[in-house]
Nanobody, 119 residues
């Protein structure tokens, strides 16, 4: 059974930091690119960051570039999202997702973790 379990969300003041983690089990982690998405109330889900299966290729949404850092530990089958200089507009539920090498989309998703940034 595939499981993606996010943790690390919470309430933080603007300008603060949080580190999200997504622990993955039930799939071959090193064969999957991993990504973070987020969805704010009343808005569509949006891409935040992606890391290739061994971390050689990383991409970010323009809105988080320079503030967020995605990383992964294949030995721990965990992907992280370090979020610094948080803004109120970063408030959302954050989801991690797995994309198998060669696949078109993200087949596996976590349940999400809430991040609330107070101004």
């Amino acid at each position: 059974q595939v499981q993606l379990v996010e943790s690390g969300g919470g309430l933080v003041q603007a300008g603060g930091s949080l580190r999200l983690a997504c622990a993955v089990s039930g799939l071959t982690f090193s064969m999957h690119a991993m990504a973070w998405f987020r969805q704010a109330p009343g808005k569509e889900r949006e891409f935040v960051a992606r890391i290739s299966r061994i971390g050689g290729t990383i991409s970010y949404a323009d809105s988080v570039k320079g503030r967020f850092t995605i990383s992964r530990d294949n030995a721990k089958t965990t992907v992280y999202l370090q979020m610094d200089s948080l803004k109120s507009e970063d408030t959302a539920t954050y989801y991690c997702a797995a994309q198998r090498v060669g696949a078109q989309g993200y087949a596996c998703w976590g349940q999400g973790t809430q991040v609330t940034v107070s101004s």
